[in-house]
Structure formats: C-alpha cells, structure tokens
C-alpha cells in the first residue's frame, strides 16, 4: 500500500459519488464529461487508460485535430461537443460528436437536422438555456425555449435534456434548480449542468452530466 495522492480523475469521481450520496442518488446516473479543450492528445491517454470514455470539446476544428486518432486506440470513447456551433460547422459536428450540448437556436437546429440527414447520424442533443439571462452568453432565452423544443422536435433532433452555464461569480444553485425544474416542465430527463468548481451542487439537484475540465486537466492557458 502506498499513500500515493488520488489522481485528478479519481478525486472528481469521488466527488460526484459523495454529492450523489448525499442526495440518495445512484452515481452510475450522473456521466462525467472531461472536457479536454486546450489540452493536447497526450493529456487525455491517462484518462482513457484508466476507463474514461466521456469526453467533451468547445470547438469542432481542435476535436478533428484530437479525437480520431484518440479513438482508433479507445473503443466506446463518447465525444460531446460543449461549445457555440456555428450553422456551417453543423456537418462536421454532426459527424463527430455523439452528442451537442449547445443547441440554442432554430438555424441550428435546422442545420443539424438535415446533418443527421445527410449523415445518417443523430446526436443527442442538448438545448443550451442562457439561465442568468446574460446578454453576451449563449443559449436560447427562457421566453424562446418552448418554441425551440418544438422545431428541435419537429426536425426529428434526440433532444435529450438542456444545459446551462450560470452566470460567474454567484452562487449557481438557484440556476440549477431552475434548468432542472424548466426540464421537468418539459418532460426532459437530461440535464448538462455542473462545472469544475460547482459540480457538487448540480449533482444534488439533479445533473445527469457534468462537465468537468481544469479539475481534471489543470488549469488552461
Ligand atoms: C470549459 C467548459 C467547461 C469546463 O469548465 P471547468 O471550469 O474547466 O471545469 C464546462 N462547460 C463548458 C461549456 C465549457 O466551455
């Protein structure tokens, strides 16, 4: 036996495993996303060596540049795109990620049901409310998300839950409580909310992925 510190990895999971405690629940309901931006291939291997398959990036072009190779060596490597999409770029996701957690539009949504379409994939997605209301942040506003959900619906998109990210700065529980109740509102199951320094909170009120990067990778240039 060794008194060897937990890696990052193990620490964020025991953390995920105590919110779930807390909250009686299961922690195998909570999925981990280690979000890899900025970092290089090399930094996700210790990772994939040791069983993490989630992975999340903000931007299509690093993922291209990162993943294939990463998964060739990794099978069962999930991918999730975090970041704005921009419409031209809805193809290319499409075809690499296995989910999208920033769906916040209806050009986007468009774009991306007719990807799937010329693809033959479906990612599932995640439609980004901007909780604070916050004028320079993505996600749709709180008034839009009806109408949003219903052409994600209409355009045959996997709308598997929403996502948020609270405004800095502030307590971002009361965020949480309102993405999950706005999920509940509309019959959505997943919920993408929790971040390096708040992912206690979310776990307890609700998040079925977190989204996880300086606490696993460091801090980014
Ligand atoms: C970078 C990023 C994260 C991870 O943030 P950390 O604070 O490094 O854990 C989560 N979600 C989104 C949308 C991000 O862009």
Redesign the pocket.
Known sequence: MTNDPPTPLAAVRERIAAAARLARRDPAGVTLVA?G?THPAEAMRPLLDAGQRAF?E?RVQEAEGKWPALREDHPGVELHL??QLQSNKAEAAVALFDAI??VDRRSLVGAIGRAAVRTGRSPRCFVQVNIGDEPQKGGCALADLPALLDDARTAGLDVAGL?A?PPAGVEAAPYFALLARLARDHGLTGLSMG???DLEAAVMLGATHV???????GS?A
């Open positions: 979000i931006k999340g903000n975090v970041g957690h920033s996502m990210v971040m390096s320094d989204r996880v990067g300086s606490a696993l990778f980014r």
